[in-house]
């Protein structure tokens, strides 16, 4: 079962059938929390860095920020069990949508990026696994039941997923 993320969205799960999705991360960024030992895990669909830029948009949407929604997405996965030291970060996105060599005057995209770093260093968070950059859009997705991020259909933390899956009290089928 296909879980799909909107722009200014985010879903949770840990039924271990179920593929959370978001498409166009073009200057937005798909950010997911996965608790390996839980089996738990969540992506969010951000658009812009910072909440302070509209706070009653923020109240409304705080999937539509970076600061906000990456804090509501701690808030799901905790909710489902998953615990901060067994999280895996992993991003997308953050990419500049003008054609390559035209000046992107606002970088929304990079922009967005180093919000979120700067916001996963000051909570004790590392990021995982990335694509961020360039000009191009991607797709990502997650599996619940075992962690495993694709973007573009390319595997992003393939080895570490075999690692996770190895270290658990139960082996999911895969």
Known sequence: MRKVVGVSDLKVSKNPEEFIITHALGS???????????A?????????PLSKADP????????MYVD???????????GLG?????LEITV???????REGADDYFKIGKRNFTVLRKLLWKNGFMIDHQDVGGHISRT???????GL?????QPVNESSRKQAIANREFKPTI
Do not use: W
Request: hydrophobic letters at 45%.
């Open 68 to 78: 906000t929604g990456f804090q509501l997405l701690l808030k799901e996965v905790y």
């Open 28 to 38: 937005c960024l798909g950010i997911t929390a996965y608790d390996y030992k839980a």
């Open 92 to 98: 997308a996105g953050g990419a500049s949508m003008k």
């Open 149 to 153: 991020v694709t973007i573009n259909k």
């Open 140 to 146: 990502m997705t997650l599996s619940i039941n075992n």
């Open 40 to 48: 738990v895990g969540g992506m969010v669909h951000v658009m812009l």
């Open 56 to 63: 009653e948009k923020a109240i409304a949407k705080p999937a």
């Open 82 to 86: 998953a615990r901060k030291e067994n």
